[in-house]
């Protein structure tokens, strides 16, 4: 079955918090950091849709998603946390995001090994996924 190809339309989704910076984030309230991490956002839609495409377990395109994606995920974590002047609403709602995130990617994982591409394994990359994705639009607020 192709279930793994819903992982192909969530990693579409990563352009969904680039698209907020580039389309309604005025330039002289862009920073640095935001326009560094959309650039990474667009190279995990990039080599993501590429890995789920074809996934192959420890192939070269799973280390480069796998490396973009933890370079994303560390990156907004600490922008938000220690960079960003982010009201508390918006930032509690980040971290249980990021808490929901760290918690799937951990299901994802623990599915992965036992049997890749299951069922249990696709799900819960695709929450990891979306609670990644709603986290960096929070993040970009």
Avoid: Q
């Avoid at 920073?31 to 377990?57: A, D, G, Q």
């Avoid at 960003?84 to 760290?102: A, H, M, Q």
């Avoid at 069922?119 to 994705?133: P, T």
């Amino acid at each position: 079955m192709n279930l793994h190809k819903i992982l192909i339309f969530s990693s579409c989704l990563f352009l969904l918090p680039y698209l907020n910076i580039v389309l309604f984030i005025e330039e002289t309230t862009s920073n640095f950091y935001e326009k560094y991490m959309s650039m990474l956002l667009v190279c995990n839609f990039i080599f993501s849709v590429l890995f789920w495409h074809n996934p192959i377990s420890k192939s070269i395109i799973h280390k480069i998603d796998g490396f973009f994606a933890k370079l994303s995920v560390v990156t907004v974590f600490l922008y938000v946390a220690f960079i960003k002047d982010v009201d508390p609403y918006n930032e509690n709602i980040f971290f249980l995001l990021y808490l929901f995130f760290i918690s799937f990617a951990r299901l994802s994982n623990k599915h992965s090994r036992k049997e890749w591409c299951s069922n249990s394994h696709i799900f819960y990359h695709f929450l990891m996924h979306l609670s990644g994705i709603f986290g960096g639009i929070v993040a970009f607020l």
